[in-house]
């Protein structure tokens, strides 16, 4: 559905990827609803969600492209890269195998997403609330994002609601940062540079974000 003219101030494309099972619809579908679901089906193709946020006064509107892990999808996914805005990279952090893919992950973004250069990624583990099970290190995660640049890592749980909004949060703040910064020309006041990729320095550093 095309939203009316005016009814929102910025509308982001943000796409989630990532392995098979580590929790993407189940994160989105908390943002969306609020409610937790076991999923059984695993997602076929891309599905898309839409919420709309108020941020520092804007009314943003935040299309969420969840995409399917299982690599028999992956020529449909690759096709969304293109046209997003940020991307997500979920691993399940009770499963390192997971977390190995994620430089798979970003060579997929870089390789098929002409126009994503320059956006952002954000880098999430999921199942924070199995943490007794945990095979990912929070610290081994953030030294993999700073490696590549990325914007922060998030722990979350689906399950039991931790962090799920700040992801989607937190992107749509450093894309309005970015578009300001199109607009203004400059770079924003508190980002750093690495590699020629903006790196933002997250304001607000929560408990289980790590700002890269
Ligand atoms: N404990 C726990 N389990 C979760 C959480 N999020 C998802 N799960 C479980 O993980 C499994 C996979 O979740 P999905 O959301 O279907 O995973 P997906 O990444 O979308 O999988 P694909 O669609 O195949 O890409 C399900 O059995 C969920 O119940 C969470 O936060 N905590």
């Known amino acids: 559905v095309t939203p009316e003219r005016g009814a929102f101030d910025y509308l982001f494309k943000i796409i989630l990827i990532g392995d098979s099972n580590v929790g993407k619809t189940c994160v989105v579908h908390r943002f969306k609803s ?5 999923k059984q089906q695993n997602t076929i193709g891309v599905d898309f969600t839409v919420r709309s946020l108020e941020i520092d006064g804007k009314k943003v509107k935040i299309q969420v492209w969840d995409t399917a892990g299982q690599e028999r999808f992956r020529t449909i996914t690759q096709s969304y890269y293109r046209s997003a805005h940020g991307a997500i990279l979920a691993y399940d952090l009770t499963r390192r195998s997971t977390f190995e893919s994620i430089p798979h992950w970003i060579n997929e973004i870089e390789k098929y997403g002409a126009t994503i250069n320059g956006s952002l990624f954000l880098f999430k583990g999921n199942k ?3 943490a007794e099970n945990r095979q990912v290190l929070f610290e081994d995660a953030c030294t993999l994002a700073e ?5 922060a ?3 979350t749980s689906a399950k039991e609601a931790q962090n799920v909004d700040e992801v989607f949060t937190l992107m749509a703040k450093e894309l309005i940062a970015r578009n300001t910064l199109q607009l203004h020309g400059g770079h924003p006041p508190n980002s750093i540079y690495l590699d020629s990729r903006p790196v933002i320095v997250s304001p607000s ?3 289980s974000q790590c700002s890269c």
């Open 205 to 207: 550093v929560e408990k």
């Open 128 to 130: 924070s609330d199995v």
């Open 153 to 155: 890592v998030l722990e």
């Open 147 to 151: 490696k590549h640049g990325l914007l």
């Open 34 to 38: 609020g409610q937790y679901h076991e």
